[in-house]
């Protein structure tokens, strides 16, 4: 009965967003005056009318060119503040004036100021608001107050773009506009070109959008937008305003290439001193193209993903896989469809051969590893995604990565070739339907395909939210089906999971509650990310906020949390757990929080033995902690963070704490440094497999000791060139004190086991060094293109001995093999329309 409810939602789902797309939710008024501001009939919603350019102005943060001091345009202000003080007017005067002509869009603003020396304008990267004041707009072209697009402009002149959608924000998006800012007696000027081809719109004579501008006085945490945005409603892009008076506006041809060449030259260490060097020479083309008004197709040829940030590897004692942020640009841009219901992980796209892992067991007497590539080379990437005018979001995802081998050599010198992952394609196919009232369903089909006899893997979701008129109450929820099949498409491996939940989402007093199923079968980890499955959960939250200022303090944020677990087969219970947090910020700009987790009864866990019905009772226990922020406006901020978990169970305990101060030496420098302490005391976890034996389970008390150190400095030449470093030490350490059996009621018994080898070595201590730099050097030489130098250097080390203090740790992994590689890129912007302008001129 529970696999059929999962069968018709998914079914059901695309027929659905088709049916709704038909119809038109957004609402328009017309007949408004072109000479004043207005109020519509929806509230406090304000109406900003436009008119179109004569001549546009050139972008230099003045405001004395023609187009401005001669336009009859009427301009934006009255700004309220969002923070520290909802409600109330802000304390500087900001005038807005927007204007068009048949390529861009033309935004002015004027910050006033009454300390005008004041003005924080801290130097920054681009996507980097820093410290310093900033002034954006935000546009919503189709007005489902869901998505949108936001385009910030610092003191200092650096840009961020930002898309906004139902899922939140993605500032890795990037688009190619102008803007200028400039310091005056009375404040300063924000300065936009914003071209067309930037937006997606509706092809219509007439255009109405929503629009919304908002404003950051850095020194007094002051943001203000023009719009009335309150804090207690769920949302902010649909408490925007109106911009109308957008006539006869062509959506422009959007065609766009990112030619790149790079160079790279590699040292490392090979063995007994023997060292490496290598070199190499790529190029490709990244290509944009608006297949029409609404819709773009990307397209990667010939990666290159080697200036990446490097991965902070760890220590993996756990039974779940680590997850690894996305650093490549194709997969972080425009890719917010393809995240609905959770199903995609795009690391797994051009990530770790599935077959890594297995060479080792397949060497014979005399063999051993020549090589064995951690990744995959992703050969291409397309993708293509957009919305409807009756806002229905289309995103189609394919990427086809190259086979992987391995190489093994014998005592002879002869080699052969281990197949580690075959040729594979990964294609997502999503349908997002826009509902009034903030609402959506959408519907995704992830599939894998591997050439050969290796398996193949479907999986279909769906999600949805539900809000009523005043956006006060909201239902969502998720379902999916994952299938795995076999080369011949036979005895599919079903498996299904789905999680509603619904509750009251704006105003003071908020509270949720959830239930979700996932069965023992469901995974959907082939092209996503899933730690655990056989689960069934429910749950409440309820919280309560103060958004106004109050005594000492601008705002206070608390909540508290039950959830009850059970295990989805054979349905035996496995955790209860009980939470609370509350957080605030003073009136001197100090944020601080603190928070508790308990779980009050004994915990069955399922998942550590790494055997499927078999379980490790876990002892009840206390978790409480807290952090606090300084206030970043100081030269010298400092952040910190502890918590303490204590454990029935004989002197078991957690300990951790960090602390990350920050130093802003002037507009230009910047240091962080952040240090991060983990201490599990008697801890207890799964060690190995006695003789190979699923049956006889080994557990270990052990003491887990880790040290984290991250120094980051940055220094800003210009707002189009900086240099960037990033140097990170991780070190790790697990040693083992007594060993146990797992008995089948879940509990520890004594064992014989030593793990120990003949030689009397220890075989799982463990010890794990990952030492890492990033230095980057990027110039942006011209709007879209960009010239990066990068340096990066890698040690790992592993081993069993155990017991050295730090320094002699640090030592010694700095002497270990290290990694050297220097890579310089190239990449140019080519707009194809540009191009036909000079040359029809």
Request: aromatic share 14%.
């Amino acid at each position: 009965m529970k696999n059929l409810l999962i069968y018709c939602l998914l079914l059901q789902a695309p027929f659905l967003l088709l049916a709704a797309s038909a119809e038109e939710f957004c609402e328009t008024e017309t007949g408004t005056s072109r000479n004043r501001i207005t109020y519509t009939n929806k509230g406090e919603q304000k109406e900003l009318v436009t008119q179109r350019l004569i001549k546009p102005p050139k972008i230099d943060g003045s405001l004395t060119d023609e187009a401005w001091t001669s336009a009859t345009t009427p301009l934006a202000d009255g700004f309220i503040q969002i923070e520290p003080q909802p409600g109330v007017p802000s304390r500087q005067k900001t005038e807005v004036y927007v204007m068009y002509d048949d390529n861009a869009l033309y935004i002015v603003a004027h910050l006033h100021d009454t300390m005008p020396d004041s003005i924080m304008h801290q130097l920054s990267r681009r996507d980097d608001l820093g410290n310093t004041d900033w002034f954006g707009v935000v546009v919503d072209a189709y007005q489902d107050g869901l998505n949108g697009l936001g385009f910030i402009l610092t003191a200092a002149g650096v840009q961020t773009d930002i898309k906004y959608t139902a899922q939140g924000e993605e500032v890795a998006w990037n688009a190619v506009w102008q803007s200028a800012a400039l310091r005056n007696e009375q404040g300063w000027v924000a300065e936009m070109r914003i071209p067309f081809s930037a937006f997606r719109f509706a092809n219509a004579d007439k255009q109405t959008w929503n629009i919304n501008f908002v404003r950051l006085v850095r020194r007094y945490r002051e943001k203000s937008a023009w719009n009335e945005i309150k804090p207690e409603i769920s949302g902010f892009l649909n408490q925007s305003g109106k911009l109308s008076g957008l006539d006869d506006i062509q959506a422009p041809v959007r065609l766009f290439f990112y030619p790149y060449v790079s160079a790279n030259a590699e040292h490392q260490y090979v063995k007994d001193g023997e060292s490496g060097f290598s070199k190499g020479f790529n190029a490709g083309m990244d290509i944009k193209y608006g297949i029409n008004d609404a819709f773009t197709l990307d397209m990667t040829l010939v990666p290159d993903f080697g200036q990446t940030q490097s991965d902070n590897q760890v220590l993996n004692l756990s039974p779940f896989e680590v997850r690894f942020n996305e650093n490549r640009q194709f997969f972080t841009e425009g890719t917010e469809l393809f995240g609905k219901a959770g199903l995609f992980y795009s690391r797994r796209i051009g990530g770790r051969p599935s077959g890594y892992y297995s060479v080792q067991e397949q060497l014979q007497e005399g063999e051993t590893i020549s090589s064995n590539p951690a990744e995959v080379q992703l050969l291409n990437s397309t993708k293509v995604s957009g919305r409807t005018p009756g806002g229905l979001g289309i995103g189609v995802l394919n990427s086809i990565t190259a086979p992987s081998h391995a190489t093994i050599k014998n005592s002879e010198n002869q080699t052969r070739k281990v197949l580690t992952q075959p040729l594979t394609n990964y294609n997502i196919f999503v349908l997002d339907q826009n509902l009034k009232n903030n609402s959506y369903v959408s519907f995704i089909n992830t599939n894998v395909y591997r050439n050969g006899t290796a398996p193949e893997a479907n999986v279909s979701g769906t999600e949805f939210r539900l809000a009523n008129k005043t956006n006060t109450y909201a239902i969502n929820g998720t379902a999916a089906l994952s299938q795995q099949y076999n080369n011949s498409f036979t005895n599919p491996g079903l498996g299904y999971q789905y999680n509603i939940s619904g509750g009251k989402i704006s105003g003071n007093t908020q509270f949720n509650v959830w239930h979700g199923i996932m069965s023992n079968t469901y995974n959907h980890n082939d092209l996503g990310y899933l730690t655990i499955n056989n689960l069934v959960s429910s749950g409440a939250q309820f919280r309560y906020n103060i958004y106004k200022p109050f005594g000492r303090f601008l705002n206070l944020f608390t909540s508290a949390r039950v959830e009850y677990l059970r295990i989805y087969k054979p349905g035996a219970f496995q955790n209860f757990s009980v939470s609370s947090e509350a957080w605030t910020t003073t009136r001197k700009q100090l944020s601080t929080g603190l928070w508790t987790w308990i779980e009050p009864v004994t915990t069955y866990d399922y998942y550590e033995p790494r055997v499927q019905g078999r379980y490790y009772t876990f002892p009840k226990n206390y978790n409480v902690g807290g952090w606090f922020s300084s206030n970043y406006d100081k030269r010298f901020a400092l952040d910190g963070r502890a918590n303490y978990r204590i454990f029935n169970d004989n002197g078991r305990h957690n300990l951790n704490f960090g602390l990350s101060p920050v130093v802003r030496a002037s507009n230009k420098l910047q240091f962080r440094f952040d240090f991060d302490s983990y201490n599990f005391i008697k801890d207890v976890g799964f060690v190995t497999f006695r003789d190979g034996k699923e049956t006889d389970i080994i557990f270990g008390r052990r003491n887990v000791h880790t040290i984290e150190n991250v120094f980051s400095a940055n220094y800003i030449f210009t707002n189009r060139m900086g240099l960037t470093f990033r140097m990170r030490h991780y070190f790790s350490e697990a040693v083992y004190q007594k060993y146990y059996y797992l008995q089948n009621n879940g509990l520890l018994a004594i064992t014989d086991y030593t793990g120990l080898n003949e030689e009397g070595e220890t075989l799982h201590n463990a010890s794990f060094n990952a030492f890492n730099i990033d230095m980057v050097y990027t110039w942006q030489f011209a709007p879209g293109s960009e010239m990066s130098v990068v340096w990066k250097n890698a040690i790992y080390r592993f081993t069993r001995k155990t017991g050295s203090g730090y320094a002699d740790n640090l030592q010694r992994t700095l002497g270990n093999d290290q990694t050297n590689n220097l890579s310089i890129k190239i990449l140019y912007f080519i707009d194809y329309l540009s191009l036909k302008r000079k040359k029809t001129a």
